[in-house]
């Protein structure tokens, strides 16, 4: 079964939500057909009076409030997103680290070769 999501705003809770968005005119449907959404949104309820806004995403039925994975288009609740997100920033930290190690490894490989040269010149001549 497919999720309904719904949009909330951060500040009041509504679901009094607009975004702007871009449509083509169809001639066969005699109507306007919407092409896509922009991110930026504005609240309509009265307490935020079409300001700017932020949404979180809630499964509309359940009103869990929903996240999304790393590389994933889909919603899934928001710990589990958390969560994910958590692993994925502690992977890209391992990550960062073992290529630091390397480079340290190699930066102080080169420096032994060259003083090794630079003592085998020094016994040489
Ligand atoms: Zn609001």
């Not at 500040?11 to 449907?29: F, L, M, N, P, R």
């Not at 300001?51 to 979180?56: L, P």
């Not at 930290?93 to 630079?118: F, K």
Request: hydrophobic share 30%.
């Amino acid at each position: 079964m497919t999720r309904r999501i719904e949009e909330r705003c951060q500040d009041c809770g509504s679901t009094e939500i607009i975004h702007d968005a871009v449509a083509e005119w169809d001639v066969e449907k005699q109507r306007y057909v919407l092409i896509d959404t922009q991110d930026g949104c504005n609240c309509n309820s009265d307490l935020c009076n079409g300001a700017e806004c932020h949404v979180d995403i809630h499964d509309a039925d359940t009103g869990e409030q929903l996240g999304r994975a790393p590389h994933s288009f889909t919603y899934v609740p928001k710990s589990e997103a958390d969560a994910a997100w958590a692993d994925y920033a502690a992977q890209q930290e391992a990550d960062r680290a073992e290529r630091d190690r390397v480079r340290q490894q190699e930066q102080t490989i080169h420096q032994n070769a060259e003083a090794l040269a630079a003592a085998h010149q020094e016994i040489t001549s």
